[in-house]
């Protein structure tokens, strides 16, 4: 897991933190699944992908079938076939009231 935030990618690790913390709170059922290159949320399905993308972006991949996307909230796009949303953030500040949200519902829809 430390290979996800070293070099350049360490100062996204607050942003990581922030969003575990948060997931974990939701319910003693979240299972923290580290891979290669992100960390996978799950509940019954995984809801959540956790990755630093570049020295300068994190991205919270979210599995929110029939939410319209927006600005903020985009489509995934090639980011991850598992998810249907990506969030990009450059800090934890940005880790704010909405993407917390977003994260709940996806979390509620996995169960």
Known sequence: MAALF???K???KPI???LLATAQGLGSDVEVAPKKANVV???K???AILQASTASRFDLGLNLKGVEPTTRLEASGSFSAMCTHRVKLASAS???AAV???LKTAYEKAG
Do not use: H, I, Q, S
């Open 6 to 8: 070293a070099g350049p």
């Open 10 to 12: 360490a100062g996204l």
């Open 16 to 18: 990581y933190d922030k």
């Open 41 to 43: 949320l799950k509940r």
């Open 45 to 47: 399905k995984n809801f």
């Open 94 to 96: 940005e880790v704010d």
């Open 100 to 102: 917390l949200g977003w």
